[in-house]
């Protein structure tokens, strides 16, 4: 498969196009910063160059069917040290705008990265942090929505921790830390097996091998 990932150069991002590159797949990954390329070359992922914040739907379903994508996968963010601001614009309104591009170059499935309770915004929290989490559960909202083959991972706070394959998937669960990889291996598993269309899960580390908690 070739599958496009949104936020190219993230650190999910890369641990997933590893894995991708490593089973025989073609990952392209969309990047704004040219300095970016060696890293995903490394991973053997394609570099896409595009700024998400700074383009549309045309634009970016017109790449999208040049690459002749197979899957699409957000995993892009703001970042820490971004304001509110850039929280709607990248976590939200990105992730809108590659389900519109995917929807118009005629491409199915969908996997977006999300995080966990962002539904439950926390009152207590700070204005980024609350913006943060309206952002996510809005995009998730809209992908929820749309006649697409979708899958929404919501992780728990995530760690640079070696991955252990062992997971906790549910509606809910309770909050907690899984490394990065775990993640990246969930959405590797996703989109090999084709499994959980429709649905919405969170995700923590804990006792179960992904393929058999999947």
Not at 44 to 49: D, E, T
Not at 62 to 69: P, Q, S, V, W
Not at 92 to 120: F, N, P
Request: no cysteine.
């Amino acid at each position: 498969m070739r599958i496009v990932i949104a936020g190219g150069h993230g650190k999910i991002a890369l641990l997933l196009s590893k894995l991708l590159t490593d089973a025989g797949h073609h990952p392209v990954g969309i990047i704004r910063n040219p300095d970016q390329i060696p890293d995903l070359e490394r991973v053997g992922s394609q570099p896409l160059l595009l700024d998400l914040e700074h383009t549309d739907t045309a634009t970016l379903a017109a790449k999208l069917r040049e690459t002749g994508a197979d899957a699409v996968v957000f995993a892009a963010g703001a970042g820490p040290g971004s304001g509110a601001a850039r929280k709607t614009t990248v976590d939200r309104d990105a992730a809108i705008l590659l389900a519109d591009a995917a929807e118009a170059a005629g491409i199915r499935r969908l996997v977006q990265v999300s995080a966990i309770a962002t539904d439950r915004v926390d009152p207590n929290a700070d204005e980024v942090m609350q913006a943060y989490s309206r952002a996510k559960s809005e995009a998730d909202a809209d992908i929820r929505g749309r006649d697409l083959e979708w899958s929404i991972v919501r992780p728990g706070g995530l760690t640079n921790e070696a991955p252990t394959g062992l997971v906790t998937v549910g509606d809910t669960v309770d909050r907690g830390t899984i490394p990065r990889a775990d993640v990246a291996a969930v959405v590797a598993h996703l989109l090999q097996s084709g499994g959980a269309v429709h649905r919405q899960f969170e995700l923590v580390s804990g006792d179960t091998p992904i393929a058999e908690a999947l």
